[in-house]
């Protein structure tokens, strides 16, 4: 017994002597560890340590603001205009630039205010990756969305497709990264557009290196829980076929579907390009599961094929510009036409219309009338609300007036003015992938992209044209000294190659003279088509009228009257400044509504011998005439 004892003795000594090693080796170990996490033996004070992480946090949020001259050269940004209310802002972020051999992805953002002409980079450590060719939209709430987009490595030799959701402040500039296991796969070429509450997504496509693959998905993202939910069709409800690049242009009922670029089958397991030309309407519901497509029919003028030129939203309108179409396909050859055409869509016709640039013209204005007939508008404006008893109390504060906000845009009209920029009297230079914004009512057109055969061109510029006025294009900036030069090289080796070959060259020419004539002549039956269409069906014939060069300002003034008796009408029971408003907005919707037509008469005018200075009259006062 005795040696049981003295061996559970040893047992019990031997156990306690390692539990007291391995102690001290746990004290030594969460010394070390404290130390690292910069404590000291005896804990600080949690709110000191709270405190540090958060000013890391800052310090990785933070964003830094540089004024600038203009942003970098570069290939599919994305560029919206600032949601929030009279913030006229222009915001760019991402891109690529590539010098035939290397590719540079950009992550920067940058913004241009209009007002003041000035140019600002953001920086901060919390900005997405860089990238290109990705989605971005603007929401009235406040914020921008972005999705998706693509990376390369320097020289191509990989390829990525990020599939991350992320949320850019409108008012603060700061990103922030919206994580979803369940969310749209990765992609490039996709379309955003808004909904009430959602943000809508369609389409788009992935690279797998040997073939892409094509998407014609519907995601919504629902800004109140900032979630995405994917919309499931019936099996037997035809949808739009897949495709990437494509217009997804808002609207009252949800949004349209134009057009866009996909790859079909071709023998020896080949892909070839489609050009598509369809366009549906997207009937949102609040409820994903009640969501339908509805393909629109094609009617009157419509723009020929093309791929590289997405719609961009304008007072119920779709506003495009240039492209490319490429024909003679094969798989040594591909030949290409460019567009620098500008186009219009008006949503609730389902017409296209073609868009020229007029004369520029100088307004005389005389201030002491115009404020006499904003007075007169204003007295009489208020006396109708007054008969119909509708009138509030503290409706004589003419401050906050329509006709006010319309006086402030033109001083904003009127201060861009005195800032000296070249104005051209034809449209920008050919492209595609141009990336269009529009702002009030003014459309800017950035970079795009120029191809000669195998050289690829990334034009530098940024252009804006008055849509209301169409009398020039702004140029902001414009370098293409790249593609000038290229011209006088390409055309040093045009004249080796006829040197070489002259009876192909022959064969050549002659074959492109007769295609050329062709083109001609279907130029022609267009035009003859379009001059048949010279009276555009007017949906709302009972409303007012726009004149010829007459103002949305001049408009309103002349016809204020009769829309607030519409507003009265249909809004039973509004009153005061919510019926002047609503009339303002049903004169705004109808002045656009005509523009097209009202531009006919305008180039009529033209060719009868054109028009002078076009002068505001005062129709408050009658003159003999003599």
Not at 443 to 451: P, R, S, T
Request: net charge negative; hydrophobic share 30%; with cysteine.
């Amino acid at each position: 017994m005795a040696k049981k004892d003295k061996k559970s003795e040893a047992k019990k000594a031997k156990a306690a002597e390692k539990a007291k090693k391995n102690l001290a080796k746990a004290e030594s170990k969460s010394k070390k560890v404290a130390k690292k996490l910069g404590e000291e033996e005896e804990d600080e004070d949690i709110d000191e340590i709270l405190a540090q992480f958060a000013k890391e946090q800052e310090l990785f949020e933070e964003v830094h603001i540089n004024v600038c001259e203009r942003p970098t050269k570069r290939l599919n940004p994305s560029l919206v205009s600032n949601p929030l209310q009279g913030k006229r802002e222009l915001i760019l972020f991402g891109g690529e630039s590539n010098d035939g051999s290397i590719s540079h992805f950009y992550n920067d953002l940058y913004t241009y205010t209009i007002d003041n002409d000035t140019w600002r980079k953001y920086i901060s450590k919390n900005s997405p990756l860089p990238r290109s060719s990705h989605a971005m939209c603007s929401h009235p709430s406040g914020i921008i969305l972005m999705f998706g987009g693509e990376f390369s490595s320097p020289k191509q030799s990989t390829f990525y497709h990020y599939g991350d959701t992320w949320i850019l402040d409108a008012d603060s500039k700061e990103w922030t990264k919206i994580d979803q296991k369940r969310g749209p796969s990765a992609r490039s070429g996709h379309r955003l557009a808004v909904w009430k509450n959602y943000i809508m997504m369609h389409g788009g496509f992935r690279d797998l290196g040997n073939m892409s693959t094509y998407l014609n998905d519907l995601w919504l993202f629902d800004i109140t829980t900032y979630k995405w939910v994917q919309v499931e069709f019936p099996p037997a409800h035809s949808i739009p076929e897949t495709r990437s690049g494509h217009s997804f242009l808002p609207c009252a009922e949800g949004a349209i579907v134009y057009g866009g670029y996909c790859k079909v089958k071709a023998k020896k397991g080949l892909q070839k390009g489609k050009v598509l030309t369809d366009c549906w309407l997207l009937k949102m519901k609040a409820d994903p599961k009640a969501v339908r497509f509805e393909r629109k029919r094609k009617q009157g003028f419509n723009p020929s094929a093309r791929v590289g030129c997405s719609l961009v939203y304008h007072k119920n309108r779709g506003i495009m510009f240039g492209g490319v179409f490429d024909y003679e396909e094969s798989e040594e050859q591909l030949e290409s036409d460019f567009f620098n055409s500008l186009f219009s869509y008006h949503i609730e016709t389902n017409r296209w219309y073609n868009l020229t640039l007029k004369p520029q013209r100088q307004k005389k204005r005389e201030r002491t009338k115009e404020k006499t007939r904003d007075e007169d508008l204003e007295e009489l404006l208020n006396s109708i609300l007054a008969k119909a008893n509708l009138k509030d109390d503290d409706d004589n504060d003419t401050d906050n007036s329509q006709i006010e906000k319309l006086k402030q845009l033109e001083e904003q009209e009127e201060r861009e003015d005195k800032i000296e920029y070249p104005i051209m009297n034809q449209l920008p230079h050919k492209r595609f992938n141009a990336t269009l914004c529009v702002v009030d009512d003014t459309l800017y057109i950035y970079g795009g992209i120029f191809e000669r055969g195998e050289q690829e061109f990334n034009l530098d510029s940024l252009y804006a044209i008055d849509l209301g006025k169409l009398d020039g294009v702004k140029v902001l900036w414009e370098d293409l000294t790249e593609l000038d030069k290229e011209v006088v090289n390409s055309d040093d080796e045009d004249e080796d190659d006829d040197d070489e070959d002259d009876d192909e060259e022959e064969e050549t020419d002659t074959k492109l003279e007769a295609e050329e004539e062709e083109e001609e002549e279907e130029e022609e039956e267009e035009e003859e088509e379009e001059e048949d269409e010279d009276e555009i069906p007017d949906p709302r014939p009972w409303l007012p009228h726009p004149k010829a060069f007459e103002s949305l300002r001049a408009f309103y003034i002349r016809t204020g009257p009769q829309f607030l008796e519409w507003s009265i009408s249909s809004h039973r029971e509004a009153r005061g400044k919510y019926l002047k408003k609503a009339a303002f907005d049903l004169c705004e919707e109808r002045f656009w509504e005509r523009r097209e037509q009202v531009a006919i008469e305008e180039d009529r005018l033209e060719d009868l011998g054109g028009v002078g200075d076009i002068i505001e009259k005062d129709t408050s006062k009658t003159t003999k005439r003599r």
